[in-house]
């Protein structure tokens, strides 16, 4: 539900639609139950400090306690504080500059890497624990590259994230696709990598229509940085039914000793209301025509399911 639609939702229900009234249960207020830990933002802050657009993700703790934020294609660093302590990078294309766009990642030992996402895709920064630069390395020609194109099939890829542990340790994240009988496969690949030789890899696929949905449910992953697991499922396939009790399977792979473990429960499944489903379409004025029959598309490939 939309933000605006709970904001009706809740003036309806406090000015009462209808005749019958209602009181208001008193409640215990809870106070004192929350402790602030980590904190920034502390007053007086220097100009360059000053948060003007941060990304929501990543805003990130190192285990020092320092805060790192994301804003103006910089990372500004506090300490637990508020306190200002330092700015990595700057808009460029040289040792140390980001592009636009970037992914950022900070492991357990304290590295920091940052992967260009825009013009200089393929490349990244990495970063010391005490935040000076170690390199920016392109991956172009590389040869972690040369051994994905010679083991595998894909018709395109590139590096989502990096997390890395030294400059010789690293997990890549890795966005994949081919084209099979015309429809498009994806892949997240999770790779890991020492003195640029791949040690180990869990590749995981999911098949898309052509507007970009799956069919039936869909792949979630994400990566446990501490422990060097992948915690995935697909919606539409880890999950099954016995005795009429509904069961779905979460997978947790280990990078570094290759085994996996499965873990199952139970869930209840909650159908959704028909006023949902087929609820209409309303688009702006002057919306492009070809965007309005991709969204209709979409939803009638999600209804399927």
Known sequence: MRYSDILIVLVLFLTGCG?????????????????????????????????????????????????????????????SNGNPKKILGRPGQGPGDFDRFFNTSITSTGYITVVNMGKTQGSYNLFA?????????SLFGSQLENELRKNYDWSEFYYQDIYSYSPKEQVFLIVARKIINENRISYDAYIYCKDDSIISALILEKEESEVGLAEDGYLHSTYSDGTMKVIYSNTGIHRFVKDKRHYYTIYVYDLKSETQTEITREYTPVAIPDSVIYRKLEFPDNYPENLIERRKTMKKSALKN
């Open 19 to 79: 005749s019958d009234s209602f009181e208001i249960e008193e409640r215990t207020v809870l106070t004192d139950v929350l402790t602030l830990e980590l904190t920034f933002g502390a007053e007086n802050l220097p100009d360059e400090f000053l948060l003007v657009e941060p990304k929501y993700l990543p805003i990130m703790a190192a285990e020092n306690g320092d805060i790192i934020v994301d804003d103006e294609s910089r990372l500004k660093i506090f300490d």
């Open 129 to 137: 624990p005490d935040y000076s630069l170690v390199e920016r390395k």
